[in-house]
């Protein structure tokens, strides 16, 4: 079996899942071979380069990973593509529709494969569930929710190079680094993978407690192409008291599918059908490392990719939609506003976004109001 090199532009922060995978070894004869990241000096597993130069005058591998801040995604995609190499690059694909057009334009240009780690969209649950969904087992779906209320503190926004939460970086590349776009992107994803569609007629409510230029809070709500009714509710800013896990539920015509409930950790993802049979498909467990396996698969058997760019632009095109419909971000007045150990919060944003996703409705809150008032 001919040996698969695998290298990494990125080491630290959310590359660490990776170097944490790789070890695992789940498939034969995958090597990693290097990694560029400026930051980072030493690692266990391979050398460090600075640039992605230092590494190609001496090594030539057949997968690079790009797991770096989204305004790298681009430049960093097209010079893998460029060298040779095939691509597995980490979520979101880019910061623009534009930028990730010209990724995959690179893609086609050099006959390479392209893999965008949306880790839901591999997990063997989650495609077990949608196999069922597109084979009609649960009828056509007629809304599909998701909630996630996760508490960010000031270190969040500060982490790394400090891109967290901007619209461009220093040399003004598109970051738009938001709530949607980076810690809870999986789940929007997910509900369009479910839907196998993009989301149409889009409506949103953007806002901010940070102080940040993007947005910690926002309700997205739209059609899918066979018009079902989709809604995204979440939030980096609700509260420790109010958090609440990733919660999807989708109701098709014959069942309802969920994962996660109010107030409770996902685990199983279940069917409940009409008749009032469940079918539990098991525990979602969103393994890091399976789009790198993935990825071997399809080179060496052409298995499918479980998310492939076209696929992955879907999520993209709706925040470049709600970037276009609210530009800024409506900040929460001042009065709202809590600081609580190093936690910016609003008291009693919980309970209305709580409120959003029970109604299936875009947020009307009085912003003159002292508090917020669901």
């Known amino acids: 079996m001919k040996e698969i090199k695998v290298a990494m532009f990125g080491a630290g922060g959310f590359a660490g899942n990776y170097l944490n995978a790789i070890p695992l070894k789940k498939r034969e004869a995958v090597r990693l071979i290097g990694a560029v990241d400026p930051f980072v000096k030493e690692c266990a597993l391979c050398p460090i380069y600075n640039t992605p130069d230092e590494l190609f005058a001496v090594e030539q591998p057949d997968i690079v990973i790009v797991s770096t801040p989204i305004h790298l995604h681009a430049e960093q995609a097209i010079y893998a593509f460029e060298h040779g190499c095939h691509v597995v690059l980490e979520k979101p694909i880019s910061a623009t529709v534009e930028s990730a057009r010209q990724i995959m334009a690179a893609r086609d240009k050099t006959g390479k494969l392209l893999s965008i780690g949306f880790q839901l969209c591999y997990d063997p649950v989650i495609r077990a569930v ?197 530009p800024e971000s409506t900040p929460f007045p001042a009065s709202w506003v809590q600081e609580t150990e190093g936690l910016t919060w609003v008291p009693g944003l919980g309970k209305a976004l709580n409120d959003c996703f029970d109604a299936g409705e875009l947020p009307h809150w009085d912003l003159t109001a002292p508090e917020l008032r669901p």
């Open 130 to 326: 949608k196999a069922d969904a597109d084979a009609g087992l649960f009828g056509k779906p007629v809304s599909m929710k998701v909630l996630v209320l996760w508490p960010r503190d000031h270190s969040y926004y500060h982490r790394g190079t400090g891109w967290a939460g901007k619209k461009l970086d220093h040399a003004g590349r598109p970051i738009y680094d938001n709530v949607l776009s980076n810690a809870t992107a999986h789940y929007l994803m997910n509900m369009l993978f479910m839907a196998n569609s993009p989301v149409t007629s889009l409506e949103c409510a953007t806002y901010r407690a940070n102080a940040i230029e993007t947005f910690d809070t926002a309700v997205m709500k739209g059609l899918s192409t066979t018009g079902a009714q989709l809604l995204v509710v979440v939030s980096h800013a609700a509260g420790k008291e109010s958090q609440q896990n990733p919660m999807f539920e989708y109701t098709y015509e014959k069942a309802v599918l969920r994962w996660g409930g109010k107030g409770q950790t996902a685990k199983n993802f279940t069917a409940t059908f009409n008749d009032g049979t469940v079918k539990d498909y098991g525990e979602v467990k969103q393994e890091y490392g399976e789009n790198l396996w993935n990825m071997v698969d399809a080179i060496r058997d052409g298995a499918a990719l479980g998310c492939p760019a076209e696929t992955a632009l879907w999520h993209l095109q709706a925040l470049e939609e709600m970037r276009r419909q609210q």
